[in-house]
């Protein structure tokens, strides 16, 4: 067996072994609540720019196309709530996060939609799918929503 050269290097990586096992036994216990709460919050800031930045260059031809932004807010607002009370993240963040997820998959079925509406539609996917509206990216906003339900199933961290 090779020798390591550098304690440094095994030293680092004993520590991001242990990062790493810490995390799995927070999330193993339960004990990973707030982090989501707070993690749900700042990814669906995140990925909610991008979507108007999307729907922006899109000129939000479809009135349905501002759905994700109207819902943003709520889910933001109710993730900061969890990260500070145990009631927020059990009542409100669900709740939100529920109707984020519902928005996502609407999105799905519109992206869907506006592939199919191509000339070819889904006979030419080849084409058309990349060239039409991104059919995984409703996607991350259904996943970001997910995390936001999950987090009101976990015990709470200390």
């Known amino acids: 067996m090779a020798r390591v050269k ?7 990586l004993g520590e ?9 036994a927070n ?14 919050a700042v990814a669906a800031a995140v990925t909610t720019a991008e979507i108007y930045f999307e729907h ?18 709520p889910v933001v607002v109710a993730g900061i709530g969890g990260v500070f009370s145990r009631r927020w993240a059990k009542t409100v963040l669900p709740l939100t996060a529920l ?43 259904t996943l970001v929503g997910g995390m936001g339900i999950l987090a009101a199933l976990l015990r709470r961290e200390r």
């Open 6 to 12: 550098g304690a440094s290097h095994s030293e680092a």
């Open 99 to 141: 109707i984020y997820t519902a928005d996502g998959l609407l999105g799905e079925f519109f992206h869907a939609r506006g592939v199919a509406r191509k000339p070819g539609g889904w006979g030419l996917y080849t084409y058309n799918v990349p060239m039409g509206p991104p059919i995984a990216a409703p996607g991350l906003m």
């Open 16 to 24: 991001v072994v242990h990062l790493i096992d810490r995390a799995l």
């Open 56 to 73: 922006y260059r899109a000129s939000f031809g479809n009135k349905w196309m501002w759905s994700p932004i109207l819902v943003t807010p």
């Open 27 to 40: 999330v193993e216990h339960g004990r990973f609540e707030r982090s989501l709460s707070a993690l749900t």
